[in-house]
């Protein structure tokens, strides 16, 4: 016996639509897109009309022309998430983050207190149930893999165990994408090779595999294919990064416009540090321009910090040094990434210690946004504007 099926794969269905049409009852059973100019999420209803995410807002309205738009509202998503996340650790100590609406969960050795790992996983999905009011999908396996593949095949709102004497039968059978990092371009590369199923990969001998698709690539999705992924579930590791980015479609943005969705994605970013008593000491810039080639610029900072101000000085000039390069290419993405994170109180104070106005300005505005939202107070350039939020990414650790 290789051990019992004790890892939880959790992961709330369309989250961010999900929380839509919870908290607006006339769009329940009705397609709903997030977002305009490009899709953030879509309900399973828009789903079903080949409706995806970060597809064209155009296109999408083309496929299914009676859905319903909604601006993203990035406060509730939160809001929702934290709640489900009091959950996941209300359940078990050991939660494993992936990013706003999924994490996995260690459940082995509850059994006397909690039960098994299917009955543990049926509660949970029921509290989310009825605390949240939202659908999560659960898959249960013995490695996190597993777990992950089987919560995707149980959507939506669906739960899956993969006892292990039936690992290799349910996976085996799957198409190659189900890989954990398959994308589009090594799918393609294996689809012209004639593998189609993950029981195709892991037929080939491990140094083929790495002959086709690079030594590291090649080895990772070998052991997959062959069941094998020794990772635990680790609430060890601290992020080294956070980040926020926004699509912004095909049309042009003038520099203007640019550097008010750099600085609203800025705010947020330098509000999330302070929240969690960080600071960070380097700042990259993100783009993807229209023909979407992508680059990446950054910027250290000595000593680190967690001000705005400095924070959006240092983001404004990363950008000043883009223009020329979007003027001539136009721009689809922009977002910003605030790495090498340390701990607020692990950096020796520089005397005299100066307690200027900016200073003073981050926390009276976290203090007004933590008591009456995000959205009771804005810089004046802010004012009238879209707040367009696309999603966060995923949580870079180190």
């Known amino acids: ?87 996941f650790r209300d359940t078990t100590p050991f939660v494993e983050g992936l990013s706003i609406d999924e994490a996995f969960l260690e459940v082995g050795g509850l059994r006397r207190i909690a039960g098994t790992p299917e009955q543990i996983a049926v509660r949970l999905r029921e509290r989310v149930r009825a605390e949240v009011g939202l659908a999560i999908s659960v898959g249960i396996a013995r490695t996190k893999f597993l777990a992950k593949v089987a919560s995707a095949v149980s959507k939506p709102d669906g739960l899956l165990l993969v006892e292990p004497e039936r690992e290799a039968a349910f996976l085996l059978p799957l198409p190659v994408e189900r890989l954990w990092g398959v994308g589009a371009v090594t799918a393609e590369k294996l689809h012209r090779l004639g593998i189609r199923t993950v029981g ?42 956070i980040g926020s980015q926004r699509a912004l479609g095909s049309r042009p943005r003038p520099p203007g416009e640019l550097e008010l969705i750099l600085t609203q994605i800025v705010d947020r970013l330098a509000r999330r540090l302070r929240d969690g008593d960080r600071v960070c000491r380097t700042v990259v810039l993100r783009l993807r321009f229209g023909d979407f080639t992508k680059a990446t610029r950054s910027h250290s900072i000595h000593p680190a910090t967690d001000r705005t101000a400095v924070l959006l000085a240092v983001a404004r000039d990363l950008l000043g040094g ?40 981050d926390t009276v505005l976290d203090a007004v946004r933590d008591r009456f939202g995000a959205a009771s107070v804005a810089r004046a350039a802010h004012l009238g504007r879209d707040p367009g939020w696309s999603p966060p990414t995923l949580p870079e650790h180190g």
Do not use: N
């Not at 939880?8 to 049409?21: G, K, M």
């Open 322 to 361: 883009a223009q020329a390069e979007i003027a001539e290419r136009g721009i689809t993405l922009i977002g910003v990434s605030l790495s090498q994170l340390a701990r607020a109180d692990s950096l020796q104070p520089e005397l005299p210690i100066d307690w200027d106005d900016d200073a003073r300005l």
């Open 1 to 87: 016996m290789r051990g019992e099926a004790t890892v939880l794969h959790a992961d709330l269905d369309a989250f961010y639509a999900s929380v839509e049409q919870r908290d607006a009852p006339e769009l329940r059973g009705r397609p709903v897109i997030v977002g305009g100019g490009v899709v953030l999420a879509a309900s399973y209803e828009a789903k079903a009309y080949g409706v995806r995410t970060a597809m064209g807002g155009r296109q999408a309205r083309d496929l299914c022309p009676g859905a319903v738009v909604v601006p993203p509202r990035m406060e509730a998503y939160s809001t929702a998430s934290r709640a489900v996340f009091a959950i």
């Open 200 to 241: 195709q990969l892991a037929e080939l001998e491990a140094v083929a595999a790495e002959q086709l698709l690079g030594k590291a690539v090649g080895a990772h999705l070998h052991a997959l294919a062959r069941l094998r992924d020794p990772r635990p579930v680790d609430t060890t590791r601290r992020r080294a990064s």
